[in-house]
């Protein structure tokens, strides 16, 4: 046999050699995801996210429905904003060219909302989310007003128990995302009713979310809401479920939790990171952030319903984004976190950290169609109870967008309740007290549809009261009552005051240059102009909730001979009714019941 010559041995040994590169090429090709060879070690993936939704599906009535920004001169001004049309439409032009991106939400996507969803249990509210594409969300405690069954059934879908199917011929199908409550357990088995946690993956990229509500959920909502369930410390929480990710393999992650802070500006583009990091923002969330596991590389909240994207750094002194955005879908947050294909991990140093910046969701924007429909579809099984006429007024009367402590829609509340339950058969009550955070929104002169300028429509009472908490009238001591006006200023309340809208006829002075429970004047507090006696017994009237206690007022709960009455959407509905007509219409109250001393 022949030798082969030098040269074809040679070519037949480079032949053979690129074959092998080619190979391992094709193997190193199929183990690399794409875009690690296209965008190398890093690749940005969005977070875009919102809170305290509420069912405001339509575009929010009065101050509700604007977001102050921040003018470069210095000065601010209003900025219609919100409503899912705009919301959807906002989140979808947000993703274009990003291909991974996420959208989560830091609870409170349902309870106390509007008539046209709250009328059906919030399930148009499920429908929209499941539209928009959330990929997930904690729980707040207003998932928590009709109870834990109610929560599963938005999760799991399901006919109302009660009310059944609400469509003819369709079965609500639940969430497509998952609802995550990760300190929330079964009190007697220690078992958690949801998820505590996701994983998103997408070309190799794996993100944890944890997702959970405040600790103090059972002060907050009534006693049945959270019957039978423990809520566990957020840090605590957070901690433990961060280390049972890390130990699976997933080291990227982002926890929504349903607590907050409160900026020292309402801008939504203000800036909390001046004068230094995390400098212009207080609250519970600053702890929390400050203690939570440097394993966790940003955190979503809500509850206060203000709008801020801060650096606070972890306690390993890394920088971590704080973000919330405001409410009522007025506004969504947009972050970068980078993350590191080698350590799979999200890049966090001086130089290179999440950046997240708070976006208005604008009215000037096309409306997402799809949404649209959406509206319309419910808004005509709604119309019946709805559109009818149960008042008038002469302005807007400003309940949440008051940034008074006492509210005009607040004595108009008040009034209403002292007024339901003053006859001797409803109670007896000679003092009412309204819970400044179940006023959920104001009522405006301007027509929300066709009824008409300056007329109070059923549903938008509802907005304002959508509860429907039983009322209940009590007897309290001066001493007691006292005690409950302190609890103002005091106690949990003190470092963000709760101020109680008060009914006609009591009266008293706040001094806000004092301290904690002295800033109320103990003997500035009368009734129809009589110094209360410590010692006198008074009939108590307030809803439910804060009669139980919520809110931080235990003085309330100690009250004896308890009364039920009705609901306080009829309360408010029955005085709307008695005290206004087209032909005189009522008039925002002067709200100078509470002395200010500042």
């Known amino acids: 046999m022949h030798a082969t010559p030098p040269r074809k041995r040679l070519a037949r040994r480079l032949t053979a050699t690129a074959a092998a590169l080619a190979a391992t090429a094709g193997v190193l090709a199929t183990a690399a995801p794409a875009d690690a060879r296209t965008h190398g070690r890093t690749v940005d993936v969005q977070l875009l996210s919102f809170n305290d939704l509420h069912g405001n599906l339509e575009p929010p009535q009065g101050s509700s429905g604007t977001v102050t920004e921040a003018q470069p001169d210095g000065t601010t001004k209003a900025v219609p904003a919100g409503g899912v049309e705009f919301l959807a439409n906002s989140l979808r032009t947000a993703r274009k060219g990003h291909e991974y991106s996420i959208t989560a939400a830091a609870g409170d996507m349902v309870g106390a909302s509007p008539l046209m969803t709250g009328l059906f249990h919030d399930e148009p509210t499920i429908e929209a989310l499941n539209k928009i594409k959330l990929d997930a969300t904690s729980v707040g405690n207003h998932e928590f007003d009709e109870g834990r069954a109610e929560l599963l059934r938005m999760q799991k879908g399901g006919c109302h128990p009660k009310e059944g199917c609400f469509e003819k011929g369709k079965t609500f199908q639940g969430a497509d995302f998952p609802y995550l409550a990760a300190n929330v357990t079964d009190e007697k088995t220690g078992k958690q009713i949801l998820k505590p946690y996701t994983v998103w993956k997408h070309k190799g990229v794996k993100i944890g979310i944890i997702g959970l509500t405040l600790e ?317 006696d410590p010692a006198k017994t008074y009939r108590v009237t307030g809803n439910e909730f804060l009669m139980g206690g919520g809110d931080g007022f235990p003085a309330f709960k100690e009250g004896t001979n308890k009364r039920v009455g009705g609901s306080d959407l009829d309360a408010f509905n029955a005085y709307l009714t008695a005290h206004s007509s087209k032909a005189a219409p009522l008039a925002p109250p002067a709200a100078d019941r509470i002395a200010i001393v500042k």
């Open 216 to 532: 103090g959920t059972p002060d907050v909502v009534t006693a049945e809401g959270v019957k039978g369930l423990k809520f566990a410390d957020e840090v605590e929480t957070i901690n433990k479920y961060a280390k049972e990710l890390d130990r699976q393999g997933v080291k990227a992650i982002v926890t929504l939790v349903h607590e907050g802070g409160m900026p020292a500006s309402g801008a939504y583009n203000y800036d909390c990171d001046t004068p230094g990091v995390g400098a212009g923002i207080s609250g519970a969330i600053v702890e929390i952030a400050k203690k939570v596991t440097p394993k966790v590389d940003a955190l979503v909240t809500g509850h206060t319903h203000q709008a801020y994207a801060c650096t606070i750094p972890d306690p390993s002194g890394a920088p971590r984004t704080v973000t919330s955005a405001a409410s009522f879908g007025r506004v969504f947050t947009d972050t970068t976190l980078t993350y590191d294909r080698r350590t799979k991990d999200i890049v966090r140093t001086a130089v290179k950290s999440p950046r997240a910046k708070n976006h208005v969701v604008d009215r000037t924007q096309p409306k997402a169609a799809d949404m649209t429909k959406l509206i319309d579809r419910w808004k005509a099984l709604a119309a019946p109870v709805a559109n009818k006429p149960v008042g008038y007024i002469t302005a807007d009367v400003n309940g949440r967008g008051s940034e008074a402590y006492e509210k005009p829609l607040g004595d108009v509340l008040a009034d209403a309740q002292l007024e339901a339950m003053a006859p001797a058969d409803k109670g007896g009550a000679q003092i009412a007290f309204m819970n400044p955070g179940g006023i959920r929104s104001d009522l405006a002169f301007k027509a929300s549809g066709g009824e008409g300028d300056g007329v109070v429509t059923y549903g938008e009472a509802f907005t304002v009261q959508p509860f429907t908490n039983m009322m209940q009238t009590k007897d309290l001591t001066g001493a007691q009552v006292i005690a409950a006006l302190q609890q103002q200023v005091s106690g949990p309340n003190t470092d963000q005051p709760k101020i109680l809208q008060i009914s006609k006829g009591l009266t008293y002075t706040l001094d806000m240059t004092k301290k904690g429970a002295d800033r109320v004047v103990a003997s500035s507090v009368k009734l129809n102009g009589t110094a209360l």
